[in-house]
């Protein structure tokens, strides 16, 4: 879907183009010779104006932003008309920046963003006194920012955001005095944020991500009263406390990202009423959050990676506000507590957000049943996608988890949790946090498809068995084109960090793998000490952030996988199955003969299968759905012979009361009547001892609804109400029981599963023995670890 939406987007990008046209303006010949040494400086070299059509050059792409526009104003005398704007956005140009700007004495609008253009900025455009508008955003321009721009006395909007540029900012720039929108994200800059700043005093948009300026904010900042979009992140240096923006009161959008803050979030913030988005994420802050009333228009709190504690007020925990307490210092909520208890009501991330960060109860917050049963040795991940086999290991998708502002999913053995919403999207609801490869391409499936994530995500895994794994990463730049279109612009940076240590800084896929749409893997080796594996992918600010489209940047994974490197599959298990199948009941017979410790692991196929039970020797069926076997099983079962359904060649090696209810719930699943049958969580219910199994299955052939079932829907429904957010052996097959279905080969009635041996293992009672052997998650030798 995404991938088409893009392509759209392209096609309609390079042939679909709304054409403006204006009425025609004569230009002075100089201005005409001028404009045209300036398109050729810039690298448009088939562009070539004369003096009737120069001020007609409006093109706008009605879906991107690709975008033309060469405006003139009339001037005194009436007669001739002279250049006012020159806009070129997302043309790939790649010159350098003209110095002969300064030759066209109306021009107040230049804008360029998003083209290659490279060099220094030319101190001759400090001459421009009517310019109101420099847009430089998403070039290459590297080299210090010349002093003269200081004299640009009537500069409302500037904006030099991701390119190269390094040094101090000029102290010139203390008379730019009518700047209301300044932005220098993603580049090299030195020095500390400047105290004059504070002469800015009709600023409304401030933005300073990722620039390479140092902290600390100077305490001038208060005095911005006219802020509206304030983002400052990923300063480097000293701590500092909250900086004063009491009397910043129009502020709708508060970012103060990992800036080394540390002491409590000032009580004012609480009563800012135009605050939409408050990121104060990635600092020192400590102290309590106030249980009181939220601003009415707040709608995102990120504040992720502190040192908040105390108890988690109930004042932030509302329908329609997002918040994210990841990573602090909280008390631990109990499950009475209403970020537990009515957890589905708003949209709140608590991963690690307590005390007791670092261990299950951390990772698996409002949780009960978070005891290891049986650890395991590896997981694979296809971050964004479905289960997709390769090299033997099934990685098991994400894709259908699409993620939100503050999300945090888990399964039985590894989860996410993701972080932030993209910038200047337009798009509050924040569905995509799913790429797909905007290009078709021969990139292997595992790489089409990935999770991004516009601030922090963290990938974990849990019941790990202690020890050393090696950790692969894999990656491929799939939201870049690799054309010479504004698609292929872009710029990708984030950090990565395993078990909390920083292992990749400003990590750009691109540039690993040598291009777009191509393959990177790395290899780290972690150490699991608490059962638990983290990876943790951030966004420091750096990129571009508007390339291809508005709010492309931040983390991207194409896949996962972990593994310990030096486990040895255990040897000699046998294990024998009978799986008997019918409609949406499915339920898996296992019987394993355990032959002292030396233990075998065997993956079934079918023709195993077969061998085990004589090619389907009807006399070996344990039901099949229809009326004859299930009825010859039925008067097996009311003789009380039960036990003969067992394959003799198992012996007596085996818990037979465990069989026996095993083989019961066989027989009600190969009821003749759909609706007669227990669902796969009342099966599940019934093998783990928590649901009694009916005594008899009903009469053959009888479909009348059977009062028992709806019994056992009652308890389950009981159940679920009382224990909503442990992970109960029904959430689990509610989740899987789709990718059990895929893998399933039908045969005589007979079904064939491949099942995820954790499953049952982590955090069901389940019998042991009614694992099952075969893999797709998982290695063979991840079962058997305590047999
Ligand atoms: C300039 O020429 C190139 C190559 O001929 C063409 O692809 C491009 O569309 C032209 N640019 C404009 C603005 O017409
Ligand atoms: C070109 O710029 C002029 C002046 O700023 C503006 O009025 C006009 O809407 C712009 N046209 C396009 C297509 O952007
Ligand atoms: C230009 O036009 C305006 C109104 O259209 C008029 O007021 C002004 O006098 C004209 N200037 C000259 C030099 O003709
Ligand atoms: C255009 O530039 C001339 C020369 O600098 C100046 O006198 C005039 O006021 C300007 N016109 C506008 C509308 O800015
Ligand atoms: C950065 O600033 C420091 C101190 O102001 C200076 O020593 C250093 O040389 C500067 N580095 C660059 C690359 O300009
Ligand atoms: C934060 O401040 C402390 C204390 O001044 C300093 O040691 C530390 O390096 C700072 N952290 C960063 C990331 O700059
Ligand atoms: C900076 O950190 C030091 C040591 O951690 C602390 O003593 C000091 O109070 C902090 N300063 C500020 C402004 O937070
Ligand atoms: C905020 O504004 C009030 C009233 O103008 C003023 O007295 C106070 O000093 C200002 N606070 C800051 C931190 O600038
Ligand atoms: C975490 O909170 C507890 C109180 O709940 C406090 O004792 C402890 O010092 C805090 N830890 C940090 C690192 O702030
Ligand atoms: C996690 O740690 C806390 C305190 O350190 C402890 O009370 C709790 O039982 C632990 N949880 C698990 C599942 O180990
Ligand atoms: C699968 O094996 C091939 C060949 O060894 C290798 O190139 C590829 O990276 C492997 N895939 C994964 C997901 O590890
Ligand atoms: C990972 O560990 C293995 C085995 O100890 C070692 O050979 C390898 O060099 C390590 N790799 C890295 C990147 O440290």
């Known amino acids: ?56 050059f409006h093109e706008k792409s009605a879906v991107t ?59 001759q455009l400090g001459n421009i006194i009517s310019l109101t508008y420099l847009d430089i955003e998403a070039n290459q321009f590297s080299g210090t920012v010349p002093a003269q721009l200081g004299k640009l006395v009537n500069l409302g909007t500037l904006r030099l955001s991701s390119n190269r540029l390094t040094g101090n900012l000029p102290t010139e720039f203390a008379e730019l005095k009518s700047l209301t929108d300044f932005r220098i994200n993603d580049n090299n800059f030195n020095g500390s944020i400047p105290e004059f700043i504070q002469n800015w005093k009709q600023l409304w948009r401030l933005e300073i991500q990722g620039s390479g300026l140092k902290g600390p904010i100077p305490s001038s900042i208060s005095l911005l009263e006219n802020l509206n979009q304030f983002k400052i992140s990923d300063i480097d240096g000293t701590n500092q406390t909250f900086p004063d923006l009491s009397n910043s009161t129009l502020l709708r959008r508060m970012t103060l990202r990992n800036c080394n803050i540390s002491g409590e979030i000032p009580g004012y913030v609480w009563e800012m009423n135009k605050l939409r988005v408050l990121d104060l994420s990635f600092n020192k802050i400590t102290g309590k959050l106030p249980n009181v009333a939220v601003p009415g228009d707040l709608k995102f709190i990120f504040l992720t990676g502190n040192l908040l504690s105390g108890n988690i007020p109930e004042s932030i925990l509302q329908k329609g506000i997002t918040v994210d307490l990841s990573y602090n210092n909280f008390t631990q909520p109990t499950l009475e507590h209403r970020a537990c ?28 049943d978070q005891k290891c049963h049986r650890p395991l040795r590896s997981f694979y991940i296809n971050c964004g996608g479905n289960n997709v086999i390769e090299n033997g290991s099934t990685f098991e998708g994400d894709g259908d988890k699409n993620g939100g502002v503050a999300t945090y999913y888990s399964n039985d053995h590894w989860g996410f949790s993701s972080t932030g919403d993209f910038a200047d999207d337009d798009d509050e609801q924040n569905k995509y946090y799913v790429a797909s490869s905007v290009q078709s391409s021969d990139i292997s499936e595992l790489f089409i498809n990935a999770r991004i994530a516009p601030l922090s995500l963290t990938y974990f895994g849990y019941c790990l068995q202690n020890g050393n794994y090696v950790v692969s990463l894999y990656f491929a730049e799939i939201q870049f ?70 709010g492309v940047y931040g983390p991207l994974v194409s896949a996962i996988s972990v593994v310990d490197p030096n486990y040895k599959p255990a040897k000699k298990k046998k294990i024998v199955e009978i799986i008997a199948g019918v409609g949406s009941c499915l339920i898996i017979l296992a019987l394993d003969v355990l032959k002292g410790s030396d233990l075998q692991t065997i993956s079934f196929t079918l023709k195993q299968i ?29 003789k009380e012979k039960i036990m003969e359904l ?94 059990y279905l895929r893998y ?17 293992q982590l955090s069901t009672s389940m019998p042991s023995w009614a694992s099952s052997s075969s893999t797709s998650a998982h290695d063979h030798n991840n079962i058997n670890t305590n047999s």
């Open 646 to 739: 067992v394959d003799p060649k198992l012996g007596s090696e085996y818990n037979k009361e465990e069989a026996e209810r095993m083989i019961r719930i066989s027989l009600l699943c190969t009821n003749a009547s759909p609706s007669l049958r227990p669902t796969m969580s009342e099966a599940v219910s019934m093998l783990e001892g928590k649901t009694a199994i009916p005594d008899s299955i009903p009469e053959a052939g009888s479909y009348s609804q059977d009062l028992r079932f709806k019994a056992i829907r009652d308890f389950r429904g009981l159940n679920r109400s009382q224990t909503q957010h442990s992970t109960s052996a029904e959430d689990l097959y509610t989740i899987d029981d789709e990718s």
């Open 1 to 56: 879907m995404m991938f088409f939406k893009n392509l759209l987007v392209l096609i309609l990008t390079l042939s679909c183009v709304v054409k403006q046209l204006f009425v025609a303006a004569k230009l002075p010949q100089a201005e005409v010779d001028v404009l045209n040494q300036i398109v050729k400086t810039m690298g448009a070299t088939n562009w070539t104006f004369d003096a009737d059509t120069a001020c007609e």
């Open 341 to 368: 208890r009515n957890a589905q009501e708003f949209d709140l991330n608590l991963f690690r957000s307590s005390s007791v960060a670092n261990n299950l109860s951390g990772v698996l917050p409002c949780k009960t």
């Open 65 to 123: 932003e690709l975008t033309r526009n060469i405006s003139c104003i009339l001037g005194p005398d009436n007669s001739t008309h002279h250049i006012s704007v020159i806009e070129f956005k997302r043309y790939s140009l790649s010159g350098v920046l003209p110095p002969e700007l300064n030759q066209l004495p109306n021009i107040s609008k230049v804008s360029l963003f998003g083209n290659r253009l490279s060099g220094n900025i030319p101190s």
């Open 481 to 550: 084109t690799n054309d010479n279109t504004y698609g292929s612009l872009g710029r990708r940076m984030f950090d990565i960090y395993i078990q909390d240590k920083l292992v990749e800084r400003d990590f750009d896929i691109e540039a690993k793998a040598s291009g777009v749409l191509k393959p990177v893997t790395r290899k780290y080796n972690a150490t699991v000490t608490d059962n638990i594996l983290q990876i943790r992918f951030n966004w420091a600010g750096k990129g571009t952030t508007a390339l291809p489209q508005r």
């Open 744 to 760: 399933n080969v039908v045969k005589d009635g007979y079904k064939m599963i491949e099942t995820r041996s954790s499953d049952v």
């Open 610 to 638: 077969k061998a085990a039970t004589n090619n389907f020797d009807p006399a070996n069926k344990v039901g099949e759905g229809g009326f004859g076997p299930v009825y010859k099983a039925c008067q097996l079962q009311q």
